[in-house]
């Protein structure tokens, strides 16, 4: 059993910053990518960025030099540093993790429950 659970998310107003966390837990032999990705109303989910396990980041282009992401291997852990954010940032936000298991070794693609973001303009 693997989980992977969010927290960091609320209300914040335009302009100002917000620190998403996720962690994974359970049968894990390690992770492969990480990312955050974001669902408004109406819309399909979409990439916000990922990150390797050697740490390389990729950013969707709506959030370069806005958004952060980072990851702890040691710890199961990555976050998403959002600064400067906007209502078009409102969202609610999933973590994702490639994780292949100590069981079995096979590698599985997991999400997080989410967490809502909600920018005030």
């Known amino acids: 059993q693997v989980q992977l659970v969010e927290s960091g998310g609320g209300l914040v107003q335009a302009g100002g910053s917000l620190r998403l966390s996720c962690a994974a837990s359970?049968?894990?032999?390690?992770?492969?990518?990480m990312g955050w990705y974001r669902q408004a109303p109406g819309k399909q989910r979409e990439l916000v960025a990922t990150i390797t396990r050697s740490c390389t980041a990729g950013y969707a282009d709506s959030v370069k030099g806005r958004l952060t992401i980072s990851r702890d291997n040691a710890k199961n852990t990555v976050s998403l540093q959002m600064n400067s954010l906007n209502a078009e940032d409102t969202a609610v936000y999933y973590c994702?993790?490639?994780?292949?298991?100590?069981?079995?070794?096979?590698?599985?693609?997991?999400w997080g429950q989410g967490t809502q973001v909600t920018v005030s303009s």
């Open positions: 994702n993790a490639v994780i292949v298991s100590r069981i079995d070794r096979d590698r599985r693609n997991y």
């Open positions: 359970g049968t894990i032999f390690n992770i492969n990518a």
